[in-house]
């Protein structure tokens, strides 16, 4: 069963070569793959000469476009979704994959360790969560992780999201789809973005993504 990376990454010269080696160094993975989307530094060349796949997007189109050019180039049975801020702690990788490649789950989700005082307000969060239970899903912990690993099919069928919405439209999918999808505690770490002018525009565009994402799907949420 082969097992493809793909990492959506913009500007993040700083910390995908570590995030890539350490992919590289987790067996069950054959192919990692970096879609540039569009950065303004070194992040192609620094994701290529660590040994990536890399393919790179003339314009910066989002989180969920770049996913699905570096999906659609996938080889593998599995796809394994991640940040590219992960650096060293992408190895817990190896612990995301093994309920799916054991056939426990068609998708795993990652949780991280939650530290006091770090991210945001939970409001992103919630209307996330609110959303996948409404449309028949479980109450995630942390509903939009970007770190999954998935069966092609999950991708293929419910991979269609506006941006940041797009863990929001793999949650409302899975269930209704008759997929199983389980939660799994990692040791990884990557940049949270925290409450001042910068992570406030975010959140607020995050927001907007994953409210777009439900207005799309809203059939889901009528059980």
Partial sequence: MKVSAVIPAY????T???????????EAINE???IDDGSQDGTFQAAR???AFTFSLAANCGKGQALAVGCALAEGDILLLLDADLGDT???AAVLLEPVMAGEADMSIAVFPLTAGEGGFGLVQGLSRWAIKRSGGPLLNQP?????????????KLGVGYGFGIETALGMGVHRMGYRVVEVPVAMTHRRTG????????RGRQFLHVFITILRHWRWLLG
């Fill in 32 to 34: 990692v793959i970096v």
């Fill in 11 to 14: 500007n993040e010269e700083a």
């Fill in 16 to 26: 995908i070569a570590k995030t890539v080696r350490a992919l590289e160094a987790v």
């Fill in 195 to 202: 409450r001042d002018f910068r992570g406030m525009v975010h």
């Fill in 49 to 51: 000469e660590a040994g």
């Fill in 144 to 156: 939009l992780s970007g770190q999954r690993a998935m069966k092609r099919a999950v991708w293929q």
């Fill in 90 to 92: 992408a190895r817990e």
